[in-house]
Every structure is written in C-alpha cells, then in structure tokens.
C-alpha cells in the first residue's frame, strides 16, 4: 500500500480524515505545465484517482515546462505518459485517460463524474465549456493560468449562490495569451501548479479554502503577490 506519513504529523489532519480525502475523484483537464506539477504533488500525497484529460502529444518545446515527459516521450499523448509515470509512483492507481478531443457531452460526463476539477488549460473557450458544466454540477473547480512572469490561481465551490469562472472573465474578455508568443517564465508553471495541488489537498481534506471566490496573481518577477475577491456577476449567462 502506497503510505503517506509525513502529512500526519500535522495537528488537523489524522488518518481517518487522510484516507476519505484520498478517494476523492479528481479530473485534471490538460497535462502541460500546470497539469504535471498539480498531478506528480497529489500522486505523491496519496490521491489514486484521476481523470486525465489531454488529446495534445509531446512536443521538445514542452520540455523545459512539463516536467513529466523525458525526449523520449516526444510524439506520444501526453495523458498517456503522465498515466504511466504517475504509476511509477502508486501503481494501484485508478486512472481514466481521455486522449481524444473531448465533446461537451463528455466533457460534462467527466465533469459528474469526479469531485474536483482542474483547469490546467490554456484554451479559453476550454475554460469556458469546464466552468459551465462545473458551475451546473456544483463541482469544485481550481484554475490556474501562467503567462511571461505571471501566474494565477482561484478556487470556485460553484453553490447556487457563488460566483464562476465566467463572473470573473466574461465570454469576451479573454485573458489568455499563447505562452509561443507572449513566452514563461518556466519554473513559474512549478509553482503554481504546486499551488493548485495544495488548494486541491485543501478542499478534499477541509472542504474549505481561504482562496474560494478570490483571485491570487503571482508577479514572479516583482515578488508580489495580490490578491482580488470575486463577485458574483448579474449578467453572468451561467450563473444565471
């Protein structure tokens, strides 16, 4: 059995508690930058099963970000090999591996199906599709964006009356840029997807964070950290 110790030795967190966290259904949609740290720090803590989601294969440019993939790796899907180094870690694991690009039926399915969502994309319109469907589920949603030196990271529980992801960005204002134009800042992807894999543990241990319905920008290079809370939009379509 794949044991986790160290986390006991904290005074909130007993075994019992650990163990029920641990069975939690986690999706991770996109295994890039964000998706490889968030993943390998939850794999490491004991969580076992995952949806993972990602039809985009291994390119070298994504090596220096993803830190999952070796040059060997180039070419295959990425959902499949972070599957399968994952379980170098926990080979009990129970994955689900979608490699195809995934239908909004199905995205909605995985959705259901799991406990808490991570957006690790970079596909705003991706983002858009996961929100309403978690905001429609009353899933936990985390999402998290880098670009240049800048991160984010925001935690919706997505109840009947809190805001979305949708409240914050709007389905025209679209705040992703392409990290081959606008470049990163790579460690930054380690960061914030370990911040991700903490706001998760979060949620599944405590069902609680201090980071629900707030936004947190990371200036990397400025060493700044802000933080925004997030209102609940009146013309959000999905909320409304």
């Keep these: 059995m794949y044991k986790v110790d160290r ?11 650990l163990n ?4 939690i259904k986690i999706a991770v ?8 740290p968030a993943l390998l720090y939850l794999v490491s803590g004991g969580y076992k099963n995952f949806t993972l989601v990602d039809f985009d294969t291994i390119d070298e440019s994504n090596l220096a970000r993803q830190i999952l993939y ?21 080979p009990a694991m129970h994955n689900h591996v979608v490699i195809n690009r995934a239908s909004d039926e199905e995205v ?7 406990d808490i ?4 994309t970079d596909n705003f319109d991706a983002r858009l599709k996961i929100s309403r469907f978690a905001k429609h589920s009353n899933k936990v949603l985390i999402s998290g964006a880098v670009i240049r030196y ?8 997505n ?13 025209n204002n679209n705040p992703l840029e392409n990290c081959v134009g606008s470049g990163v800042f790579s460690p930054l992807a380690g960061v914030i997807g370990s911040y991700m894999a903490c706001e998760t543990m979060k949620m599944a241990l405590f069902d609680d964070s201090q980071l629900v319905n707030q936004l947190h920008i990371f200036d990397l290079k400025q060493n700044l950290w802000v933080k925004a809370e997030i209102k609940r939009n009146s013309k959000c379509t999905a909320c409304n």
């Design 108 to 114: 909605a399915r995985i959705v259901n199906s799991n």
């Design 7 to 17: 986390i006991l030795g904290l005074d909130d967190i007993d075994s019992e508690l």
């Design 70 to 90: 070796k040059l060997d790796d180039i070419g295959k899907y990425k959902a499949e090999v972070a599957d399968r180094e994952v379980k170098k870690i926990n």
């Design 117 to 120: 969502i991570l957006d690790c």
């Design 150 to 157: 800048e991160g984010q990271v925001t935690v919706f529980k």
């Design 29 to 36: 949609f996109g295994l890039g930058g964000l998706g490889c």
């Design 159 to 171: 109840r009947l009356m809190d805001p979305c992801y949708e409240c914050l960005y709007g389905v």
């Design 20 to 23: 029920k966290a641990q069975s």
